[in-house]
């Protein structure tokens, strides 16, 4: 199978201190046990849209530190005030689309974390589905979810295969690590 075209192949041409090469090797489709660092993600990966994945990396910890370190519960509880301060803080991406997404989307997992006990359990319990059903699933409880988003949200937290390569030495890791699609759809 030709690798040639894949994330895998991009980062080995990489230097070493770009942010894709540590991402590939110790994040990008390890499952994420966090409801938290989950819901983290699921802000990255809306925040990516219409941008590269290199600049959602280089902004990862200014996010981190403007969306409450990723706290469902306190992002859920954002007023207007905090709106407006993420719209104008230069550090993450200004867009008021993923601003009140970032929001609602919090309020939902704190829903589906009532209901089954955390989001994690949520997305086991909905597991296995086909990349058209977890959209569907998807864009019919959170905001700013689409195709592209829901499916690297799901392969880069390890519940779609397609990650890596299988060729990749990361893919042997992330399969000593269980992730969800393994012996699944």
Same mark, same amino acid.
């Given at each position: 199978m030709d690798q040639s075209n894949t994330y895998c192949a991009y980062v080995a041409k990489l230097d070493a201190s770009n942010p894709n090469v540590h991402y590939h090797d110790h994040e990008y489709g390890f499952p994420i046990a966090d409801d938290n660092e989950l819901f983290g993600r699921l802000i990255l990966e809306i925040n990516q849209a219409g941008l590269s994945w290199n600049t959602i990396l280089n902004k990862k910890e200014n996010f981190r530190k403007a969306y409450s370190n990723f706290n469902i519960s306190k992002v859920a509880k954002y007023t207007q005030k905090d709106r407006d301060r993420l719209l104008s803080d230069a550090g993450i $991406?200004?867009? &008021?689309l993923k601003v009140n997404a970032a929001i609602h989307n919090a309020n939902q997992i704190l829903a589906l974390q009532k209901e089954y006990g955390s989001f994690k359990n949520w997305l086991d319990a909905n597991h296995p589905m086909t990349r058209e059903e977890w959209v569907k699933l998807f864009k019919k409880t959170f %905001?700013? +979810?689409g195709g592209e988003i829901t499916n690297e @949200? =799901?392969? #880069? #937290?390890?519940? =779609? &295969?397609?990650?890596h390569g299988e060729d990749c *030495?990361? @893919? /042997? %890791? $992330? =399969? &000593? +690590? /269980? *992730?969800?699609? $393994?012996? %699944? /759809?």
């Open positions: $991406i200004r867009n &008021k %905001k700013f +979810t @949200f =799901l392969m #880069s #937290s390890g519940y =779609l &295969k397609g990650a *030495p990361v @893919f /042997k %890791k $992330i =399969l &000593k +690590t /269980k *992730p969800a699609w $393994i012996n %699944k /759809k």
